[in-house]
T-cell receptor
Framework: GAVVSQHPSRVICKSGTSVKIECRSLDFQATTMFWYRQFPKKSLMLMATSNEGSKATYEQGVEKDKFLINHASLTLSTLTVTSAHPEDSSFYIC?????????????FGPGTRLTVT | GQQVMQIPQYQHVQEGEDFTTYCNSSTTLSNIQWYKQRPGGHPVFLIQLVKSGEVKKQKRLTFQFGEAKKNSSLHITATQTTDVGTYFCAGPKGGGSNYKLTFGKGTLLTVNP
């Protein structure tokens, strides 16, 4: 149980275009989903917290208008990188959490590697 | 703000040797969690420690939570090549019990067969 999927796993896009990444909890309802960014050989940097049916909470320094987050249902959250630039190239990982499951632990999706050319 | 520090950053061992990574928080934590990320993979939840002084074991892995609930350690006995990966500790952001986590920088373990 506690499986989280992400789509796409890899995407290459041109500068100025937008990219949407989907995060789904497959076998449980995620009351909260998180979006992280990870640079090579670095730790996870929390970008935003997403709660179903409400606006996402962004961490300091993360541009809300650039990284649009939508948590439309208890099993789906999307991250849209708008007007992508090469510096947005990174590994984006979502995770899901629900206290109904076992506790506060988070279950991570497999990640999306974004390359902006 | 809250900081979660991990040492060492890297550790290379011969197969069969033991390995320990240490985690220290600048604030008292309600719980601490450990995750493992294999090269090219995503973090996978290993365990959560909640009680002061708690010790939990998973086969060759031993996890400890300090008495002051500000530090933790993960010890692997007789490492195997399957143990390769980055081990992250994480604590609730802000120290209390909420959903957001602050991750340490991780310890990358490599094992020479």
């Amino acid at each position: 149980g506690a499986v989280v999927s992400q789509h796409p796993s890899r995407v290459i896009c041109k500068s100025g275009t937008s990219v949407k990444i989907e995060c789904r909890s497959l076998d449980f309802q995620a009351t909260t989903m998180f979006w992280y960014r990870q640079f090579p050989k670095k730790s996870l940097m929390l970008m935003a917290t997403s709660n179903e049916g409400s606006k996402a909470t962004y961490e300091q320094g993360v541009e809300k208008d650039k990284f649009l987050i939508n948590h439309a249902s208890l099993t789906l959250s999307t991250l849209t990188v708008t007007s992508a630039h090469p510096e947005d190239s990174s590994f984006y990982i979502c995770s899901a959490s629900t206290r109904d499951l076992r506790g506060d632990e988070q279950y991570f999706g497999p990640g999306t590697r974004l390359t902006v050319t | 703000g809250q900081q979660v520090m991990q040492i060492p950053q890297y550790q290379h061992v011969q197969e069969g040797e033991d390995f320990t990574t240490y985690c220290n928080s600048s604030t008292t934590l309600s719980n601490i969690q450990w995750y493992k990320q294999r090269p090219g993979g995503h973090p996978v939840f290993l365990i959560q420690l909640v009680k002061s002084g708690e010790v939990k074991k998973q086969k060759r892995l031993t996890f400890q939570f300090g008495e002051a609930k500000k530090n933790s350690s993960l010890h692997i006995t007789a490492t195997q090549t399957t143990d390769v990966g980055t081990y992250f500790c994480a604590g609730p952001k802000g120290g209390g019990s909420n959903y957001k986590l602050t991750f340490g920088k991780g310890t990358l373990l490599t094992v020479n067969p």
